[in-house]
């Protein structure tokens, strides 16, 4: 690369630790990932490389001996976990990114693999499995295309039968510790929110709530979540913020519809639970507030959690324990180091190292990610992250802003493989939760609707200005990126914003929300009214949806731009690239356009990932002027 095009006041020389990070250690394929302990606690499964593809590895829990169990060298996997006899393994695979996940089951001694959902076209979901009902499994299967009905497998004979029909707007199912489906979440054509319960699977279903839009939202930012069944399967645990803004951790009575609170923050959301897997017990609730945190609600755990807290710093998961409940598998993650993972022996409160995902960056100093918060233009607290470049006065520096994807994500404290990149190529790296984010309360996560391209980029701009008022940032130095919805705010920003970034970087972002609307796949069908009401009516309200696409105002991007997408995508089409392309091009605007013809929503694969990034890198370095 000429290093002509660098800024004259950009970046000295640094020691040797400041070195460049090589792609290969930051994007290639971790060395080891997601340990799962057996049930019988003799055994770890875990991700690994087979051929530049992550497959399933075995490891006996006391020594290194392991073992490739799947062979794939195309597609990897990505979720998996164990069967309760500890003799299988069951795993989720797709083709070439299309989501239509088969489920697998492996047998850990013989090898032999078994497609249980061997269907074209039609996507497995998992509903739940019980150590109660050890060889069955609940999924959910779109075998009538539009919605999703709930099917048994029995895992011994490999049998399907059908157990809940869906009535065509229920978006999840809940199942209690018997493998009854006891609850249906339902959105309601209206948009009204609805929660359905019966006794069992030969009973009736009854509305159990019914709330207006707006009113009712869960850790996901759609509505309520059931979390799971007491050990009598005569109360549930929901996430909800019905009557409160902030979603609370409820313990809510079946029969009467009483509910307690078991988890609340005043200004976070509820967003995960922690449940022994085998007693049913709840132990703990998550906040993502600056940082992650565990509140400990079962005081049995108080000595485990505090020797927990204090062997490492960062934050931590429970990522796996055994059916005695003896021998946990932690994982620790800061925003300095990579995840490594520990087995934890409660009996002796001992920790055992298992491994590093990426054990590779252990010898480069990392940089450290702040937390910051200022108010957007109309009064609202905006909160994100900041990481400054190791070695560098943080002043008149190059910038990335990177915009997370969902929208109704947020960005969250810790390692950031792109973040880091970026941070170590010379880019101050700021990551903002933009109004419409999860996490912060409904009032927060309401104030993005229909703000797409609106006042939910507003507060993208606002983050820029306040990181140039600040000093750190030189204005004209700016770039913005990101995936998805991120990808959409980057052609919003050019086209919405011209001159504002100096360049953007597009992975598979809708250009064009009605085609957007248009193409969303048939199982989203029950969602369908959440999309109506957080983005634009698309039978009522073309004309503003247009108003709100970028492909409608591409003759105002002057900014250079790469454009990524993934051929098989099927949540954002590679038609929403391809249009933008070709529009950019019919303007002569600057535009380079990336596609992988074995990928969908994302990038997985090791080769294109390091492909994307090297030629991010390079385009970087012309435009807001970074290393290379």
């Not at 660098?6 to 994007?27: M, S, T, V, W």
């Not at 049930?39 to 490739?68: Q, S, V």
Request: hydrophobic share 35%; glycine share 8%; net charge neutral.
């Amino acid at each position: 690369m000429n290093t002509n095009y660098l800024h004259p006041n950009q970046i000295g020389p640094r020691p040797d630790k400041y070195a460049h990070i090589p792609l290969e250690i930051l994007f290639g394929n971790p060395e080891r990932q997601c340990p799962l302990i057996s049930p019988d606690g003799k055994k770890i499964a875990f991700l690994a490389p087979y051929k530049h593809i992550m497959n399933i590895h075995i490891n006996n829990i006391d020594g290194e001996t392991a073992r490739t169990l799947t062979h794939y060298k195309e597609r990897g996997i990505q979720t998996f976990l164990w069967q309760w006899d500890s003799l299988h393994i069951l795993y989720l695979r797709d083709k070439n990114g299309d989501e239509n996940w088969h489920l697998y089951r492996a047998d850990i001694e013989t090898g032999e693999i078994t497609d249980l959902t061997p269907f074209e076209e039609v996507k497995a979901q998992i509903v739940a499995m019980s150590p109660d009902v050890p060889n069955k499994i609940l999924i959910a299967l779109n075998l009538r295309k539009n919605v999703h009905d709930v099917y048994s497998i029995d895992l011994n004979s490999g049998k399907l039968e059908l157990d809940t029909e869906n009535p065509g707007d229920v978006a999840r199912w809940n199942a209690d510790n018997d493998l009854q489906v006891r609850i249906a979440q339902a959105i309601h054509h209206t948009g009204r929110n609805e929660i359905r319960i019966r006794k069992d699977r030969n009973s009736p279903w009854r509305r159990f709530r019914m709330w207006i839009p707006d009113e009712d939202r869960g850790s996901d930012g759609n509505f309520g979540d059931v979390a799971g069944f007491s050990s009598d399967n005569n109360k549930m645990w929901l996430i909800s913020s019905a009557g409160y803004n902030t979603a609370r951790l409820l313990q809510v009575d079946l029969k009467t519809g009483k509910a307690v609170v078991s988890g609340s923050d005043a200004d976070y959301d509820a967003c995960d639970v922690l449940i022994n897997p085998f007693t049913h017990k709840l132990s703990a609730c998550c906040f993502i507030r600056e940082k992650q945190e565990w509140d400990l609600i079962d005081k049995s755990l108080e000595t485990d959690f505090v020797r927990i807290r204090e062997f490492r710093e960062g934050i931590f998961n429970i990522a796996s324990g055994d059916m005695k409940d003896r021998i946990w598998v932690i994982a620790y993650e800061s925003d300095i180091s990579p995840v490594s993972y520990y087995i934890y022996m409660r009996d002796s409160k001992e920790f055992k190292f298992l491994f590093s995902e990426k054990p590779g960056l252990e010898k480069y100093e990392l940089a450290g990610m702040d937390t910051i918060s200022f108010k957007s233009r109309d009064g609202l607290k905006i909160n994100g992250y900041i990481t400054f470049p190791v070695g560098l006065k943080p002043a008149n520096l190059p910038t990335v802003l990177l915009v997370h994807s969902g929208p109704w994500m947020r960005d969250r404290w810790g390692l950031n493989l792109t973040t880091q990149w970026l941070a170590n190529r010379g880019y101050i790296v700021l990551q903002v939760n933009y109004r419409g984010s999860m996490g912060y309360g409904k009032d927060f996560l309401d104030a993005g609707n229909r703000e797409w391209g609106g006042k939910m980029l507003n507060d993208l701009i606002d983050a820029k200005r306040w990181a140039v008022s600040m000093g750190y940032s030189d204005p004209g130095r700016f770039a913005i990126m990101g995936a998805s919805y991120g990808g959409y705010a980057v052609l919003a920003a050019l086209a919405f914003a011209p001159g504002e970034f100096s360049c953007g970087v597009d992975m598979f972002g809708p250009s064009n929300l009605v085609s957007f609307l248009e193409s969303i796949p048939s199982h989203w069908k029950p969602m369908k009214a959440f999309l109506d009401r957080r983005i634009g009516h698309l039978q009522t309200e073309k004309e503003f949806l247009k108003s709100r696409s970028p492909l409608f105002h591409s003759g105002n991007i002057t900014s250079p731009l790469i454009i990524a997408q993934g051929s098989n995508d099927p949540r954002v089409k590679k038609r929403e690239s391809d249009q933008m392309l070709s529009a950019l091009q019919n303007n002569n605007t600057p535009v380079e356009y990336i596609l992988y013809p074995d990928e969908g929503h994302g990038f997985s694969l090791e080769k294109n990932r390091l492909d994307f990034y090297r030629k991010v890198e390079s385009f970087l370095a012309i435009y807001p002027g970074g290393n290379y």
